[in-house]
């Protein structure tokens, strides 16, 4: 519906492990943005890339990792998973010079850490 | 404090009912404003962009108060399908504007 395509929709993994989350841009966006959203909270901010480079990151740890390819699509990365990284990961694109409200989410992917 | 902040509710509320969501934010310096809607185990969508003077959709109206840093929405004769979690959002970034700050969501229910 959005363009913006999330996989796996849905994971489980046990603790300590890694794992890639990945997303694919509306077609003509050249930013993606990754949001994680803890049950009961609003998605949090964790980093945005723009031309294949982190441009801005939030309040997460270096655990946290991420890439962009030059098709614009996107890997979440996250290493030594914990118990609280169980959430939803949302992927947004959008394309840099317009504003906020043409921003897409993706329908997302949710991570079970056990 | 939290950058963004919002009622969780729940507000459960009549068919027909009028309610009214308020949120406000902490950094002055933040560029844009929005309403997100979310439904159960969905992604955030849109639902309408926030301005000074005040924007109306429909049943939905939204306004901001830059110098209270503070936002709303008011939904007029609710509908069961309003019925979701309504997200405050700022964003902070300039150009592609995509360092969305949300609140924790308001909760709302619609009852018959």
């Known amino acids: 519906e959005t363009g913006v395509t999330q996989s796996p929709t849905h994971l489980i993994k046990t603790r300590g492990q890694q794992v890639t989350l990945r997303c694919s841009s509306q077609s003509g966006h050249n930013t993606v943005s990754w949001y994680q959203q803890a049950l009961g909270q609003g998605p949090q901010f964790i980093f945005q890339y723009y031309r294949e480079e982190e441009n801005g990151r939030g309040n997460f740890p270096p655990r946290f990792s991420g890439l962009q390819f030059p098709n614009y699509s996107s890997e979440l990365n996250v290493n030594a998973l914990e118990l609280d990284d169980s959430a939803l990961y949302l992927c947004?694109?959008?394309?840099?010079?317009?504003?906020?409200?043409?921003?897409?989410f993706g329908e997302g992917s949710w991570l079970t850490v056990v | 404090r939290k950058e963004v902040e919002q009622d969780p509710g729940p507000f459960n509320v009549p068919e027909g009912a009028t309610v009214a969501f308020n949120c406000t934010y902490s950094n002055s310096a933040s560029q844009s404003f929005f309403w997100y809607r979310q439904d159960c185990r969905k992604e955030p969508k849109l639902l309408m962009s926030v301005y000074s003077s005040g924007n109306e959709d429909g049943r939905f109206t939204a306004q901001l108060n830059r110098a209270s840093q503070y936002i709303s929405l008011l939904i007029r004769d609710s509908k069961l399908s309003d019925s979701a979690t309504y997200l405050c959002?700022?964003?902070?970034?300039?150009?592609?504007?995509?360092?969305?700050?949300f609140g924790t969501g308001t909760q709302l229910k619609v009852e018959l």
């Open positions: 947004a694109s959008s394309l840099v010079g317009t504003s906020g409200n043409t921003i897409y």
């Open positions: 959002v700022v964003n902070r970034g300039t150009g592609g504007g995509n360092k969305l700050t």
